[in-house]
């Protein structure tokens, strides 16, 4: 793999080429489904959004997809192959990350090696200081807070960590399960930033997000998850402005801007 830009994958090119695909994913935790049939499509280079319900089963499919769990029947094809039965050891080699929900730095040790740890498989030192050299301009903070131990980070600090730590095997798809969740709405702003400098690196993202205004706007596609099944598919902007997604995810500000559609229609009306 390479670090160079392909600038169709960095445009998001709603042409681009299909770097993943579930095919009727079924899958679980013990004997019952989560996952009934779960059929997704990411394009390379894309960002695509991922929202539902909690419990809905969108953790379980980024799961489904690194190998944390492996699916009871259908296909998780990367690029046409057949990944789903491979360990997330063998998925980390082909370039799938996996950014889980709960914060996963390692809190007593340094920023700096907590970005290493990301490059745990590798050996090639001068590859692993050319990473490092790499994603350090990308997320500034790795250098900056250096040699701070990353529990003394603020929740947005530890979140670019964890970004710039994902980056160290150079994927291809990224995993971000809830990346925004419990940040202060300046941190928020800095994640959706790096999320999309990420694409624009060439990455293609595949994100959860129970802020999904925020998450929709990024994002080149997006889907409904509804348990355990994709209920909606669309653009990030089709999904912005569907009456029904507003009405059930997008909360108070979908109000809002609903509520003001209805008063610019009233005014409409009575002139
Ligand atoms: N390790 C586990 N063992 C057993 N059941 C689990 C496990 N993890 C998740 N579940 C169950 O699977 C279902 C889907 O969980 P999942 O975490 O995928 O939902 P989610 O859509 O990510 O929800 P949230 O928005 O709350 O993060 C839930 O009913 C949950 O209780
Ligand atoms: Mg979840």
Redesign the pocket.
Known sequence: MTLNLNSQQASGDPAATTILALTGVTAG??AGL?LKGVELTVGTGHIVCLI?P???????VLKTISGLLHPKSGQVLLRGEDISRLSSRERLNRGVVHVP?DRSLFPSMSVWENVLMGAFILSNQALIRERMERVAELFPIVTQRRSAAAGSLSGGEQKQVELARSLMLDPALILLD?PSIGLDPKARKSVFASITALAEDGRTVLL?E?NARSGLAVSHRAAV?EAGRVALTGTGEELLNDPEVARLYLGASARGTMSAAVTASQKAAEA
């Open positions: 935790y013990g989560i539902g909690n419990g809905a089963g969108k953790s379980t929900q809830e959860v129970q998850l």
